[in-house]
């Protein structure tokens, strides 16, 4: 069972997805969070780095919107089906997550390449904050790395997720630059639509859809998927809906 170790509602600030607009998460560090646990978390909004569960605790903007693929109805796109045999030539592998010095050295090449393409703030991890962050120990926790062969058996891209008993989670991704031309993020999410489906969970969740954001917009692409109505507490039954094609 869950140990809540400390609950905390950031004071408003610049929000990370729409500038010039004010922000806030409430925050809760807590630890031994079960795969049930984490089920119930998911389907109230809930999302976490390590053992930091945040959601959005913004007044009047409502523009994070928790969304979810249905695994069993799921078609891809045409340009998700290219993007499935452009990934097709690399090896996925599904595993606990590490800390290594190829893990790290992926990671800062892809962040330094976003800061130059997408004007992202500097965002370096060391071995501690990647242990922290993306490999917390936990029975949900999940790595899928994405090897080329035909590279040696590169190491080309790196799924942070967590299992639970109804889902995948995608939690976060990453990937060399110089395979940016194959789509690895959306790989990456087609890849756990269909490892949801072979296992007969129901859910595959994306997090956060934000329609105005250049990195998230994204997400509206999956369909059917549904969208989260409101921030539940905790003892509400969440109500989501399903979501109308490349809208909400």
């Given at each position: 069972?869950?140990?809540?170790?400390?609950?905390?509602?950031?004071?408003?600030?610049?929000?990370?997805?729409?500038?010039?607009?004010a922000?806030?998460?409430?925050?809760?560090?807590?630890?031994?969070?079960?795969?049930?646990?984490?089920?119930s978390?998911?389907?109230?909004?809930?999302?976490?780095?390590?053992?930091?569960?945040?959601?959005?605790?913004?007044?009047?903007?409502?523009?994070?919107?928790?969304?979810?693929?249905?695994?069993?109805?799921?078609?891809?796109s045409?340009?998700?089906?290219?993007a499935?045999?452009?990934?097709?030539?690399?090896?996925?592998?599904?595993?606990?997550?590490?800390?290594?010095?190829?893990?790290?050295?992926l990671?800062?090449a892809?962040?330094?390449?976003?800061?130059q393409?997408?004007?992202?703030?500097?965002?370096?991890?060391?071995?501690?904050?990647y242990?922290m962050?993306?490999?917390?120990?936990?029975?949900?926790?999940?790595?899928?790395?994405?090897?080329?062969?035909?590279?040696?058996?590169?190491?080309v891209?790196?799924?942070?997720?967590?299992?639970?008993p109804?889902?995948?989670?995608a939690?976060?991704?990453?990937?060399?630059?110089?395979?940016?031309k194959?789509?690895?993020?959306?790989?990456n999410?087609?890849?756990?639509?269909?490892l949801?489906?072979s296992?007969?969970?129901?859910?595959?969740?994306?997090?956060y859809?934000?329609?105005?954001?250049?990195?998230?917009?994204?997400?509206?692409?999956?369909?059917?998927?549904?969208?989260?109505?409101?921030?539940p507490?905790?003892?509400?039954?969440?109500?989501?809906?399903?979501?109308?094609?490349?809208?909400?």
């Amino acid at each position: 069972m869950a140990r809540v170790l400390q609950v905390v509602v950031e004071a408003p600030r610049l929000c990370s997805y729409l500038p010039a607009t004010a922000a806030s998460l409430e925050h809760r560090l807590q630890v031994e969070v079960t795969p049930r646990e984490i089920d119930s978390l998911l389907e109230h909004g809930w999302r976490h780095f390590g053992p930091d569960w945040f959601r959005p605790a913004c007044d009047g903007c409502e523009q994070c919107v928790p969304t979810r693929i249905v695994a069993a109805d799921f078609t891809p796109s045409r340009s998700q089906r290219r993007a499935l045999r452009n990934c097709s030539s690399l090896r996925a592998v599904v595993g606990r997550p590490r800390v290594d010095d190829e893990r790290l050295a992926l990671y800062e090449a892809w962040h330094d390449d976003r800061e130059q393409a997408r004007e992202w703030s500097p965002g370096p991890l060391d071995a501690e904050d990647y242990a922290m962050q993306f490999a917390f120990p936990g029975p949900a926790a999940r790595e899928i790395a994405y090897h080329d062969d035909a590279a040696g058996g590169r190491l080309v891209a790196i799924g942070i997720c967590d299992e639970t008993p109804r889902a995948w989670s995608a939690i976060y991704c990453f990937y060399d630059p110089a395979y940016g031309k194959l789509s690895p993020g959306i790989g990456n999410v087609l890849f756990l639509a269909a490892l949801a489906r072979s296992q007969g969970k129901p859910y595959v969740h994306l997090g956060y859809r934000v329609s105005a954001c250049t990195s998230l917009r994204y997400k509206a692409a999956f369909h059917p998927q549904e969208v989260l109505v409101g921030r539940p507490a905790d003892e509400e039954e969440p109500v989501w809906r399903r979501a109308a094609p490349g809208g909400e």
